[in-house]
């Protein structure tokens, strides 16, 4: 059952009967706030003109009326023109017992739509680092909260594994490498080749000095440079197929991707489809020709491509350069395009940091007027802030950007060390140890990075992320291994509390079933907001509220049997709500702890 659908239904009902026809006035309900008595509150002063009454009058004929035509409601009291409502216990008691027979609780039945979602978009120059990280949690946890929604989901990666970027790594490896392959150096293959990209940028900037001290202007240097030029040459080489520089590409790619699928399976993310740049930008510059033909595009003198959109409120873009190379925009323009057909998407997102939100504008406007208004009025751009630390936390081996893998790794080591000091860890095996650790300490990174809503530019601090009081991803796995001690220990004592029971509910008790009950609107507004932060603040209050509770009451102790029946019940679906709750954010919980 819909509650505030029920109850809305019942006030309508109640107004009608005392006022005559609404003709589609909208009924405000909302939550009763904490420091009044109630469950929902129905805001009268809209009916006022129709009762032609007080709101405090008009409120109490409202709630006098629901209160004898609906059993349910077992009182109600005034405040100004906010109406009360108090729902029974057998109410609560019905609800309950509702949430805890259904199998996929949360989840929403098919949508019919099919959504893909993009995430990750590595280059294949460098290593994944702490943005990739917020990219892939983010991305991931909102493909998980889509399909609770009903929707058909599609966990799509685009690897940017072409392009001037991936020359530079490709020819500093060719120059100054001597043959090092991840075998040789032991460095893992994503490391290996992120190490060559800095050497360029190292040889680069040498040759922009030398450049300058002859007389060059900074401009001029950056466009002369040796090491630069080769790389564009390579470039050229690489889009005409030669032999040589296809089968190193093809090499050094081979080494990052066994990288990054070991970060990958760390960070417990995955993808149903990866797309390559190197397979799309042809067909990207094959739109832009089109473009050319239907006139959307100009070419310039130097023969580059470009987009006029000034007089949308943009500026021009650059589709295609002057030697005949790509751009961005033009393997995007391409994978859009290949996407939609191959799949027959309903709806498109993309989760990419938000310094590109006008690459996206201009993206989603390119579509358009290239007569793909279908496809681009259902391109979303998830836009998310950049990730900061605090001065002097894990600085990567490059010292530039904080390496994912580095991150990864120390989180769990904190965790060891933390929840061995908490005495966590006493009687637990080695091997034991270990997975609760490693369970900790991602769990404290994935929940610390998804509490925060996405638009926001957030500071991450490991240590504090992995504290076991407030709000962390720790605490809330804490308060679900505390529930399965309880139920093993009852088990153990051969209490049976499968059956449902009738027992009288303390108002602590009616408060967590009423949470409990809030679970699937939850997740739909997660879902319609792409708002993981949603289902990260709903957990984390839900394991609050058990605490607080679970401290002031006994559970196992509890004399009569009824009453210690329903709170076993009660503690079980509440264990069952975290774990539903922290698998959309991706998380694990463990069950001792």
């Known amino acids: 059952m819909n509650i505030e659908n029920f109850v809305t239904e019942a006030a309508r009902r109640a107004a009608e009967a005392l006022y005559g026809p609404l003709e589609g006035e909208q009924l405000q309900l909302q939550k009763t706030r904490r420091e009044f008595e109630g469950d929902y509150t129905l805001v009268t002063f809209p009916l006022l003109r129709r009762s032609r009454k007080s709101p405090e009058v008009t409120a109490t004929e409202l709630g006098t009326y629901m209160k004898e035509h609906n059993p349910e409601i077992s009182s109600f009291n005034v405040v100004k023109g906010f109406l009360n409502l108090v729902l029974d216990g057998s109410f609560w008691a019905d609800r309950f017992d509702e ?12 949508t019919g739509r099919t959504v893909m979602i993009e995430y990750s978009s590595p280059n294949t120059n460098k290593p994944l680092h702490l943005g990739h990280i917020r990219n892939n949690l983010l991305g991931y946890s909102v493909a998980q909260i889509l399909q609770a929604n009903g929707h058909r989901v599609i966990k ?27 075998a040789s150096t032991g460095m893992k293959g994503d490391h290996l080749v992120g190490k060559y990209y800095v050497e360029f940028d190292k040889h680069y900037k040498a040759q922009i000095k030398e450049l ?14 040796p090491i630069m030029r080769e790389a564009q040459e390579m470039l050229r080489k690489w889009e005409a197929k030669d032999p040589e520089v296809y089968a190193l590409w093809e090499m050094m790619n081979g080494w990052v991707y066994e990288g990054f699928d070991v970060t990958y399976r760390a960070l417990g993310v995955d993808f149903d489809k990866v797309y390559y740049e190197s397979q799309t930008y042809l067909l990207g510059k094959s739109l832009v020709e089109e473009g050319l033909r239907k006139g959307v595009f100009y070419r ?23 030697d005949g190379t790509s751009v961005y925009m033009t393997q995007d323009l391409g994978t859009a395009y290949r996407r939609f057909e191959d799949n027959r998407l309903d709806d498109m997102i993309y989760v990419v ?11 989603k406007l390119v579509l358009k007027k290239l007569g793909y208004a279908e496809w681009s009025d259902h ?20 010292g530039t950007v904080v390496d994912a893998d580095d991150l990864i790794a120390d989180m769990v080591h904190t965790a060891r060390e933390m929840s061995a000091e908490l005495g966590k860890l006493d009687g637990c095996t080695e091997e034991e140890a270990n997975a609760v650790s490693t369970m900790v300490g991602l769990g404290a990174l994935k929940y610390f990075i998804l509490k925060v809503d996405p638009k926001k530019t957030m500071l991450f601090d490991p240590r504090e992320s992995i504290d076991f009081n407030g709000n962390t991803g720790p605490f809330i796995q804490y308060t679900h291994a505390r529930i399965c001690s309880v139920l093993r220990k009852a088990a153990e004592a051969g209490i049976d509390y499968s059956e449902p029971v009738r027992a009288s509910y303390l108002p602590e008790e009616r408060e967590l079933v009423k949470m409990l009950t809030e679970y699937p609107s939850v997740v739909k507004a997660a879902g319609e907001n792409f708002a993981p ?16 509770y679970y401290h002031d009451h006994s559970i196992l102790k509890e004399e009569q049997a009824d009453v210690r029946c329903m709170r076993l019940r009660l503690a079980q679906q509440v264990a069952r709500v975290i774990r539903l709750g922290m698998k959309l954010l991706g998380i694990d919980v463990p069950e001792r702890m």
């Open 353 to 363: 940091g938000n310094e590109q939100n006008y690459h996206f504008q201009v993206l």
């Open 379 to 398: 391109i979303t751009h998830l836009s998310y802030g950049m990730v900061e630390l605090p001065e002097g936390k894990m600085k990567s081996r490059e």
């Open 212 to 225: 300058m001290a002859e007389g060059q202007s900074e401009e001029e240097a950056k466009k002369n440079a």
């Open 533 to 548: 932060s949603l289902i990260a603040a709903y957990v984390y209050e839900l394991a609050k509220q058990f605490n607080g």
């Open 99 to 110: 949430l805890a027979a259904q199998e996929n609780y949360g989840c929403q039945p098919s």
């Open 300 to 322: 310039r003198p130097d023969n580059s491509v470009w987009i006029d959109l000034r007089a949308d409120g943009l500026d021009e873009k650059l589709l295609l350069r002057g």
């Open 156 to 182: 799509a990666n685009l690897v940017n594994d072409r392009g001037i970027h991936i020359c530079k790594s490709m020819l500093a490896w060719k120059l100054y490498g001597d043959g090092e392959t991840p």
